[in-house]
């Protein structure tokens, strides 16, 4: 599993990439405008990629 790490680009990709396409108000989630959820939904989602990195990360095994 060397290349866990590419996915750490997801979050990257879903805040700054998905901006353009997500970028309206009219749909609100949860009281929220659907940007701003979006934004939301995406910090949530990048600290379970970062869970996910950190417990199948070789390197981490290695310094144990």
Do not use: C, H, Q
């Not at 659907?34 to 417990?55: D, E, G, K, P």
């Amino acid at each position: 599993m060397k290349g866990i790490r590419w996915l750490m680009l997801l979050p990257f990709l879903g805040i700054l990439g998905g901006i353009p396409f997500a970028n309206r108000v009219t749909p609100y989630i949860l009281g929220l405008p659907f940007i701003l959820f979006w934004i939301v939904a995406w910090v949530i989602i990048t600290s379970i990629i970062m869970a996910i990195v950190y417990r199948f990360d070789p390197k981490v095994k290695e310094e144990d």
